[in-house]
């Protein structure tokens, strides 16, 4: 299942021009921008009744963007999280699920609790074994990739797994929440799911929660519908609005953002209080190879470990200036935080740092990040 025709899209094939033209009402006399749609219930007698079961036209702008960005079909969510959770829904009691070993906090505890309740088995897997991924669509019944993975940025063989045979009510689902649709469509290479947390590069300004579920097939589409609507996890009109404010910029913020990464992470790598740089866009990155041939950018995002450990690493958080010590990512502005300090997150170097480059003047940044490693 597709979005719907609109004609005034016709022979629009860039990104770019979608984010921009998408999610409007052309109607003669309808406003320019879809506003905040501030409604529960409304008046009978077409197919839409009441805000939960039937959604508003806010939030209907933002599926289309995105569901036209992956040629699929949108489901946005009240927040990242409850898009996952949504995923999990569809799963019957006794699954067998399979999770990258790098995995992003909320989604691993998202499943050890359905583990500890008896609702699910759970599996975890290096993100580039490819071979064991492959093997493992042979009998689970929900297969979560990362790619790239939240911190240390593994880039999964996509391709290769996602066009490996599945059991016929296997789901194969993909974060792609660092990437972005602009730069990886995961649908395109025979997932079943393709998962982004909204709050970050959709929304891009550090100011709403949300999630956006992309689907092709007829039946998931109305699945997750469904749990939507049983679980209330709906998106706020206000949230949505700003996540479709933020979608008209997000080509251009990505732009820049990822370019100055690209200039941060090489200095990164020759810094003399940075012991490792983690980004896939660097050659000597463990899975450049599969970054260049898969994605379209290397994306945004940072990781970095400090020399003299984890208390300079707290040292270099609180140091910076320009840098927001927050955490999060994909916003305009750029943060940092060290990952080992969350709960579940035991698999880190303790010294790690994650950073979210935004779109300040890369010089600006590396000045600031420079100052703090050293005065670290």
């Known amino acids: 299942m597709t979005q719907s025709s609109d004609p005034h899209l016709d022979g629009i094939s860039s990104v770019e021009s979608l984010l921009v033209a998408a999610g409007r009402d052309r109607r003669p006399g309808s406003p320019l921008n879809r506003p905040p749609v501030l409604a529960s219930n409304f008046i009978l007698g077409t197919d839409r009744a009441y805000a939960r079961d039937?959604?508003?036209p806010t939030w209907e702008a933002l599926e289309d963007i995105v569901g036209r960005l992956e040629a699929g079909r949108a489901t946005a969510f009240s927040s990242g999280m409850a898009g996952v959770a949504a995923v999990f829904d569809q799963l019957r009691a006794g699954s067998q699920i399979v999770l990258p070993e790098d995995c992003y906090q909320g989604v691993a505890g998202l499943a050890e609790s359905g583990r500890q309740k008896?609702?699910?088995?759970?599996?975890r897997l290096a993100v580039d074994d490819t071979e064991a991924w492959i093997r493992a669509c042979a009998d689970a019944d929900l297969l979560w990739l990362e790619s790239p993975s939240n911190p240390l940025l593994?880039?999964?063989?996509?391709?290769?797994?996602?066009?490996?045979?599945?059991?016929?009510s296997a789901l194969l689902a993909v974060d792609n929440t660092f990437a972005t649709a602009l730069n990886q469509r995961p649908l395109d290479l025979g997932a079943d799911i393709s998962f982004q947390s909204?709050?970050?590069?959709?929304?891009?300004?550090?100011?709403?929660?949300?999630g956006v579920v992309t689907v092709r097939r007829d039946d998931v589409h109305a699945a997750l519908r469904h749990s939507r609507e049983l679980h209330g996890a709906t998106p706020g009109a206000l949230e949505?609005?700003?996540?479709v404010r933020g979608a008209r910029t997000m080509a251009l913020r990505l732009e820049r953002a990822q370019a100055s990464a690209m200039q941060l992470a090489q200095r990164l790598s020759a810094h003399p209080e940075v012991t490792c740089t983690r980004y896939p866009g660097l050659r000597d990155h463990p899975t450049h190879a599969v970054a260049r041939a898969q994605l379209k950018g290397y994306g945004a995002i940072i990781s970095f470990d400090v020399r003299r450990g984890a208390t300079a690493a707290d040292a270099v958080c609180s140091g910076v200036r320009l840098i927001q010590h927050a955490t999060s990512l994909g916003a305009?502005?750029?943060t940092i935080e060290r990952r080992a300090k969350i709960p579940g997150q035991g698999h880190l170097p303790p010294s790690l740092l994650r950073l979210s480059v935004g779109i300040e003047h890369v010089e600006d940044l590396w000045a600031d990040l420079d100052a703090a490693l050293r005065r670290a």
Do not use: M, N, Q
Request: aromatic share 6%; charged share 20%.
């Open 154 to 168: 593994v880039v999964a063989d996509l391709r290769a797994i996602c066009s490996a045979a599945r059991k016929p």
């Open 240 to 243: 949505s609005f700003l996540a």
């Open 198 to 210: 909204a709050t970050k590069y959709i929304g891009g300004h550090s100011d709403l929660l949300a």
């Open 118 to 123: 008896g609702l699910w088995s759970v599996r």
């Open 54 to 56: 039937d959604g508003t």
């Open 332 to 334: 305009v502005e750029s």
